[in-house]
């Protein structure tokens, strides 16, 4: 199963999730990068934008009705749920059981291994029903832009708006930025995500 996934680089995981319907769409990354941190990060900050609401993240490190509990007292949108590498059979059955109080308003990412992806094609049968065939390999390093992208990128935004990266930096800091999604890329090319 896991050999047959469609491969995909976080800006098109971002396209998918576009075309999706809103209200509870539940998504899969599984990917081999040990450094899962990094990818969650990037995804956190990239959703945040493209779908433009509070994207939540939490580690399943915990025991299943922990993870649970911070699912059901999550206040945003759209959550990213990742590190379910020390998950066993018993903690993806009971996670399955207890999927109907796991609704959100928009939907759920969840980063996996290929090693936790399996157990959880195995033992979590209506959570793999509700992922359907949005289960995707992630392609490591293809989303990310060479320094020549990013200043060309930028060079683009610059023209674009008639705006310096000063300026812009500026504005988010004084909440004067327009909301133009163009102005949040702006940010995080300059790696100034934190103003958005």
């Not at 059979?89 to 308003?105: A, H, I, P, T």
């Amino acid at each position: 199963m896991i050999n047959s996934l469609t491969s995909v680089s976080i800006d098109e995981f971002l396209q998918r999730i576009g075309s999706q319907p809103n209200g509870n769409t539940w998504s899969a990354l599984i990917t081999a990068n040990l450094d899962s941190q990094q990818l969650v990060d990037d995804l956190q900050e990239t959703l945040t934008i493209f779908a433009e609401c509070e994207v939540g993240c939490f580690s399943a490190n915990d025991e299943t009705n922990t993870l649970v509990q911070q699912i059901k007292k999550a206040t945003e949108d759209y959550l990213i749920l990742w590190n379910f590498e020390q998950w066993d059979k018993n903690n993806w059955y009971e996670f399955d059981c207890m999927r109907s109080s796991l609704m959100r308003k928009r939907g759920l990412v969840l980063i996996l291994s290929p090693e936790s992806a399996k157990t959880m094609f195995c033992y979590a049968p209506n959570i793999v029903s509700w992922l359907g065939s949005r289960v995707y390999s992630f392609l490591k390093d293809t989303e990310l832009l060479s320094f020549e992208e990013i200043q060309e990128r930028l060079a683009t935004l610059r023209g674009w708006s008639g705006f310096t990266d000063s300026q812009i930096i500026e504005m988010a800091e004084t909440r004067t930025l327009p909301p133009e999604p163009e102005y949040a890329e702006w940010l995080v090319l300059m790696e100034r995500g934190d103003l958005i």
